[in-house]
């Protein structure tokens, strides 16, 4: 079931019209579904094993009001960074429920963590563990731990988006775990709670996974022997969604078949951290066509948004549908949907066959994770608002930015002609 859905000719989120949307809020704009965020939300607390704990990754989409319907339905939090805390606690997520991943976390960014009590810190370094040991000594606090472990598995996804190889800059190597988690139960003010890894993002099977899981339970079962007894297992995020046609796992089925290798675990909680599963598919970019243009080669649908307010398909050459929001009776053309930045790379998507005109609606797809939250001001645009759907309710959760937005904190300097 999807809460886009075309009713009458007319693309709507939920009970609202894309077009309402439009004329009420403007183009471009991103449109997030409550309930598609609140349906992925409880497929993953439907089929977690018991102890568990589901933390939404905080960087997918970091809006106060999404982060707002996952507090009230009692969601734990990945967050990456001081200000992703200072979200979620401001949305009102609970600090206890809050692990904070990471690999360059600063000395104010622990002294923060460590003040609002947060739940745990996933330690991606020695260097780090020691630093953490040392500001919570100084703050006489204890900082609870686990490790982020890199398990040497091949996600098969995009390589910047892979982080679970050892070549990568994420985690401890598998091999030099055990020496840190000795060296960490002798240390002042950090407790060991837990093992973390991360493998990467949008993976679409389930055998890296259960690769991953297979050898971590090693390492919890190495600690054990050792004395150390693990509270939680967190295996990341990374589960992929359907942009195009891919065929990831349901949730039910990845969940069902790590649950089956936990069972000999019965006190390790299961720990995950999905970011991109819960809030892909409730979003969409709304925007204008501008123009149509064509070369001697090629034809072009200009919109209204940009690489600026979609960073994916130009960065990753990632595929997101682009439908019309408005059927159309308008002349096919075959080209690529490009926006206005003064970049080649600026493309929204390529070799498309859409029905549109000048001043038609189109919605770019599965934009709610990694969509706004990786939006920039370059070419000096104005970022989009950020509005969303509830029933027949439409709710402004971001104001689109202003031109005094794009430049505050700027200054001019006095006298720049003068020495
Ligand atoms: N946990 C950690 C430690 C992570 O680094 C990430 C994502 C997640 C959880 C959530 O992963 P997810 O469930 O969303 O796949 N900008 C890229 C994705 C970067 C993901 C970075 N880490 C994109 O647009 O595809």
Redesign the pocket.
Known sequence: MSEFATRSGVLHVEDISLTDIAARFGTPCYVYSRAGIVRQWQAFEAHMPAPHKVCY?V??NSNLAVLQVLAELGAGF?V?SGGEIARVLRAGGRAQDIVF??VGKSDAEIRYALAQDIGQF?VESDAELDRISEIATEMDCVARISF?VNPDVDAKT?P??A?GLEANK?GIPMKDAMATYLRAAQLPAVEIVGA?C?I????TETQPFLDALDRMLVLVDALENEGITLKHLDM?????VTYANETPPPIGEYLQAMHARLADYPHLALYL??????V?NAGVLLTRVEYLKANRSKHFVMVDAGMNDL??PS??Q?HHDIVNVVESSAPEVSGDIVGPVCETGDFLGQNRTLRVAAGDLLAVKSAG??GF??SSNYNSRPRPPEVMVNGDHAYLIRARETLEDVWRGESLIPNSNSQ
């Open positions: 990754a960087k997918a990945d990456v991943s990471g996933n982020r995009h910047y988006i982080t994420f973390d991360h990467g993002s949008q993976l990341g995020g990374g589960l992929g951290e999905p970011g991109r599963a819960i892909a960073l994916r960065l990753y990632a994770a990694y939250a990786m």
